[in-house]
């Protein structure tokens, strides 16, 4: 009782205090004011319409007054013979681009960063940028034109040098994931290497110098000096890569989706767009995928997060 | 003799050995490949776009534009659809990162404030949305309920706020402006809100520009809130009608009976897409060199841990 009693006293004129504090900021509250009513509608608000998996939602009833169904949605889902295509194709091609993706800037960036010349270093970073700036609907058109098999460049050049015709990349669903893939590469590994770039860029010259004395060649002192100098920048990225591994992005996907590819290209996103909005309108089913989804990344995040603090490395809280 | 001490001087007396002198020939020439690789498709697409349908479609565009010819842009401009998309696209630009731009600063500035009453709990409420979010289908129920559904806030109003501008905005604020600033200003009686707009915004010009251009682009070339929420062709923006043109491959040809007329319209179908490209991308393509700079620069900003 004693305890309550303390807080009592102790809380009273201590909340007195944090209200006057916080009235002198009331312009700063009122600044804060209309960014946290935009958060309230648009990003929280929606988490509670989340609620839907659980029902079987009627337009006409909305989502409050809509019927509980409990997990009918999810047993649906993971019952469907989609369940593990869907998701062995996300898992597929994110681990794949994180493989493949991932590595390519750092040495990108050590490379160049190790080179001489300034004018070429600043060339090959303009031009390694330029594809970042095209958008993903001018990158699959691009794709699609240069490997078409009759009149796109990789056709004509294969008729020519092999004399047999290019396959139909996009018909076939085992290239998918390359052409997904490397393309990415192509469009993202430039603008990859700006992060690491200042990041190097901090290494203290001196360190070079005393390498350089010892006898270290350049490529030892990439090894030794510059390497270990972005070993945090890499964690941290390594650690917002692996956390996003399920979800990849549905837009590319979508675009580069193709009848005779959708065996290894059909991923969670796009399937649950196709299920509330092209194929009917299974809103609940959808939303119960979606969910689904989220809780996994969440789930990767916080435990791959977990991993690197406990090993005493960076991490990201 | 002299003039060999004096560049030794300037590389601090320490000359590259031969194994080195071969180590920069090799990442040179690694690199110079990757060059290439890099911007050759995108030479051989602005060729092929100025070349003429038959040289495309046979394959003896290599490099260089054969037939020079505007066939391709012709046909780009004939299309009902695209001056209005363009037009689409720029309003929904402008509108949209003007939105953005206002929501940020006003959101980052009290969260830089050291003294902010509720910081923590603020930027967590803003940081959990980055980790979990409602879903495509509770964010469309919800437009739908606002009657948003066809109307460019739709476009606008969801993503108002990136996490990810606003903490490099924030960490701007709280790092690059001296906090002295402040203090001086509150002793001279300057209120919270005529610090913002006499001090903090003029100095802020750097990140407000890198901000600004990465929303801008975000916009430009954003398809997926327009394919979900837009149904009117008219208020398409750009990227819809590319996809329908580039990927869905729906073109508006008339009925032409005659077959060879109508392999040529194929023909010309396939030039009017790499001059759709090069029209679509240009505007960001030249800019881009110079506003490198900028974005190399945020994405240092970015980088330091909120």
Known sequence: ?317 | MEQAVAIDKRRNNIQVTKGDRFYYMVVGLLLTLLLIVLIYPIIYIVSASFSSANAVTSGKVLLWPVDPGLDGYRAVFKHSLFFRSFENSFVYTLIGTLLNLSMTIIAAYPLSRRDMPFKGLIMFLFTFTMIFSGGMIPDYILLKDLSMIDTIWALALPGSINVVYLIIMRTFMMHSVPSELLEASQIDGCSDTKYFFRILLPLSGPVIAVVTLYYAVGHWNNYFHALLYMYTPEKFPLQLILREILIANTMETNMVSDPSLAEAQQSLADLLKYSLIILSSAPLLILSPFVKRFFAKGAMIGAIKG
């Open chain 1, 1 to 317: 009782m004693e305890t309550v009693k303390d807080v009592i006293r102790i809380g009273k004129p201590l909340s007195r205090g944090n209200l006057r504090k916080n009235l002198k900021h009331w312009q700063l509250m009122l600044f804060i004011l209309i960014p946290l009513i935009y958060l309230l509608i648009f990003k929280y608000y929606p988490m509670l319409g989340a609620q839907i998996a659980f029902k079987d939602f009627k337009p006409q009833l909305g989502i409050w007054g809509s019927e509980w169904v409990g997990m009918k949605h999810f047993d649906a889902f993971f019952q469907s013979y989609q369940f593990e295509r869907v998701l062995r194709n996300t898992f597929v091609i994110s681990l794949y681009s994180l493989i493949a993706g991932f590595p390519i800037p750092i040495i990108l960036a050590l490379l160049l960063h190790s080179m001489r010349g300034k004018r070429f270093k600043s060339l090959v970073e303009t031009v390694s940028y330029m594809p970042h700036f095209i958008s993903t609907v001018v990158i699959v058109g691009m794709i699609m034109q240069l490997f078409n098999p009759h009149i796109g460049l990789a056709g004509v050049v294969s008729q020519s040098v092999f004399g047999q015709p290019l396959p139909d990349l996009f018909g076939s669903p085992g290239s998918f994931s390359h052409l997904y893939v490397w393309s990415g590469i192509w469009q993202n590994a430039g603008w990859g290497t700006i992060i690491y770039a200042a990041a190097l860029a901090g290494v203290d010259p001196a360190q070079h110098e005393a390498a350089q004395i010892d006898g270290a060649s350049r490529f030892k002192r990439i090894l030794y000096v510059d390497l270990p100098a972005i070993m945090p920048t890499i964690t941290i990225l390594l650690i917002i890569n692996a956390g996003n591994m399920m979800s990849v992005g549905f837009e590319k996907v979508f675009l580069m989706q193709t009848d005779l590819n959708l065996r290894s290209s059909e991923i969670i996103s796009t399937y649950v767009y196709k299920v509330s909005f092209v194929q009917g309108s299974n809103f609940s089913f959808a939303s119960a995928i979606g969910l689904f989804n989220s809780l996994i990344n969440m789930v990767l995040l916080l435990i791959v997060n977990g991993v690197t603090r406990r090993m005493g490395g960076s991490s990201l809280w």
